[in-house]
């Protein structure tokens, strides 16, 4: 700045930009007679900052950088955002050109389309906020806890000035809190009526059956209930034919073993002609223990070393592929959308097709059925690694390969190995298949099926049984009376489920050690109970009861649908509910159509 105008940042900013916006209170290195008026922050050296900027670098540099040290207040601050969403222009007088403000809003490609030219749109730092304003919306964040949100669409924004440093530092964790319920509020309020409302089929009407589709690609081999194979057992049965020659890389954890209970591990190691040269572990580690960051290791059996997907990087490395000449995927997942297994697949093709390797995908079954098709898809600008692509449930894990590979447009050499004797509507203990936990806390194909409902409640300051004998079959509170709460529920009749009052102390994550109360839910008929909705009506029914100590924005982490979560925190019904979560759903069943491999 100082090269091309010969003045001081501060200075030049104060002439050219904020006396002529009238900015009265925006600036570097405030007078001593607004000295008072500033919120103090931390104590430095026994010193308290009042008026000083915060950021050590800043103050090293004498309170001007231009990273930090500028100080403001709401009034102005409103000014600035106004002008903004005015294209440049305030108050008959022009301050940027429409070109400039335009540039402002564009998503940068690279940076993965999480920030634009000065914004932030939906990075790490942001997410709390992005949640919950729509697609193109921008903003930015402060470390003492400020933050302003602007959508130039509907030339609203919202500012918010906290101070979570004062007086020692912390408070991390209640500015992030009061952040999130801040922009739930304000997003709702704004937008919860901004698109038509789609039309009401009731919460218990059968909106998750698939309706007549275009037909499918026959099986690999007629359904036979008891005897299906794996595409591990499948390229098994051929003698690993197809990977002669290869050096191969297997993604796989202590789900992928055949009909026999054998390790993919050890059966690629023993194969005639083919090189077992790498092991890629994802989440919870080789062996689905683990509940932290996993490390690399070495297969105590092989001897091979296993890459951690779950560490310091979460996709393979050059390293990690060097001399891998095929990539191999066999991992049991849960069929479910908000499960970090399908992001290390898509993760791994990305890599794969960077690194001119080609992709095996040894498919499993859908453990809780291939029929059903529930919940919202996600916000396409909301990816994470807990939500890698725009789908409900519904898909095999091989048929997601097909799908996000060709919408993302992976140029990845993509085969699928079919399951042999599975069929859409087997549930998995009607497989013949050993049951491996796929997670630590998913420990039976009940508790898979009421994670793809409950585990959206997680995020939020509710114990879904983490830490108990039966994770996602009990949710509940401290604050929670349980009778009151499965009377109100149980009114409801909702399809295949019934809830019982329970008191549980869980001994890990959310209330470790603190007597809960709250509800076990029964499945009645599985075939009938539709989850998200049962989750849905359960958070409903806690926010109506439990306003003051409910606090349900977090159900967006996972949700990630904001007419979704604009309806539920603006008190629609159930009925509702249902009909906002389901809104996308015969979009995706057009989209899935022409990827599905079973009927």
């Not at 231009?66 to 903004?84: V, Y």
Request: neutral net charge; charged residues 20%; glycine residues 10%.
């Amino acid at each position: 700045m100082r090269r091309e105008s010969g003045d001081r940042l501060d200075r030049y900013l104060k002439h050219v930009f904020f006396d002529p916006l009238g900015l009265q209170d925006t600036m570097f290195q405030p007078r001593d007679a607004v000295k008072s008026r500033v919120a103090p922050t931390e104590f430095v050296g026994g010193h308290l900052l009042q008026g000083e900027v915060h950021d050590a670098r800043a103050r090293l540099l004498g309170g001007v950088a231009g990273h930090a040290g500028i100080f403001s207040t709401a009034a102005d601050l409103a000014r600035l955002c106004r002008m903004l969403l005015s294209e440049g222009a305030l108050d008959g007088r022009r301050y940027l050109k429409p070109e400039t403000v335009a540039l402002m809003w564009e998503p940068d490609p690279d940076v993965r389309g999480t920030r634009t030219l000065g914004w932030d749109l939906s990075s790490a730092f942001s997410r709390p906020l992005s949640l919950f304003f729509p697609i193109g919306s921008v903003g930015h964040t402060g470390f003492t806890g400020t933050a302003v949100w602007l959508d130039p669409a509907t030339r609203s924004y919202m500012i918010l000035l906290t101070n979570r440093v004062h007086p020692s530092g912390g408070g991390t964790a209640g500015i992030r809190d009061l952040r999130v319920r801040i922009a739930a509020a304000i997003g709702t309020a704004l937008f919860a009526g901004a698109t038509p409302a789609p039309a009401s089929t009731g919460a218990d009407a059968p909106a998750a059956d698939p309706p007549a589709e275009a037909p499918a690609p026959p099986p690999a081999s007629p359904v036979t209930p008891g005897h299906v194979r794996t595409g591990l057992d499948v390229v098994a049965e051929q003698g690993f034919s197809m990977f002669l020659g290869h050096s191969v890389g297997l993604v796989t954890n202590q789900t992928g073993v055949d009909a026999q209970g054998r390790r993919a591990i050890d059966l690629f190691a023993a194969a005639p002609g083919v090189r077992l040269h790498a092991i890629f572990s994802p989440e919870h580690g080789i062996t689905g223990e683990a509940n932290a960051e996993v490390p690399n290791t070495r297969d105590p059996t092989t001897r091979r070393p296993v890459w951690s997907l779950y560490g310091p990087t979460r996709r393979p490395t050059r390293e990690m592929l060097k001399d891998v000449s095929v990539l191999v995927f066999d991992v049991q997942d849960v069929g479910v959308r908000y499960y970090t297994y399908l992001t290390t697949l898509v993760y791994v093709m990305e890599e794969a097709a960077r690194a001119g390797i080609p992709v095996v995908v040894l498919d499993r079954p859908n453990p809780i059925t291939g029929q059903v098709v529930e919940g919202p898809p996600m916000d396409p600008d909301l990816l994470s690694f807990t939500g890698p692509h725009t789908i409900p449930l519904g898909l095999t894990i091989g048929e997601f390969a097909r799908m996000a590979a060709a919408e993302r447009k992976i140029p990845v050499s993509l085969t699928v190995v079919p399951l042999a004797g599975w069929g859409r509507r087997l549930w998995y203990d009607q497989t013949g298949l050993p049951w491996v936990n796929p997670s630590p806390n998913i420990r039976s194909l009940t508790e898979a099926l009421l994670y793809s409902g409950i585990g959206l409640l997680e995020a939020t300051n509710l114990s879904v049984g983490r830490g108990t004998d039966t994770p996602f079959e009990v949710v509940g509170a401290p604050w929670i009376d349980p009778q009151g709460l499965v009377d109100a529920l149980n009114r409801q009749a909702l399809r295949g489920v019934r809830f019982e009052p329970v008191w549980f102390t869980p001994t890990a994550d959310q209330y470790a050690e603190v007597q809960c109360g709250g509800v076990r839910l029964v499945v009645t008929d599985r075939d009938a109970i539709r989850p998200v909705t049962v989750a849905l009506a359960l958070a409903r029914e806690l926010h109506a009861r439990h306003r003051h100590q409910f606090k349900p924005e977090s159900i967006q982490n996972l949700l990630v649908n904001r007419s979704t979560m604009w309806a539920f925190l603006s008190g629609e019904s159930l009925d509702r509910l249902v009909a906002w979560a389901d809104a996308d759903r015969s979009s995706f069943l057009n989209r899935r159509a022409s990827y599905l491999m079973y009927r």
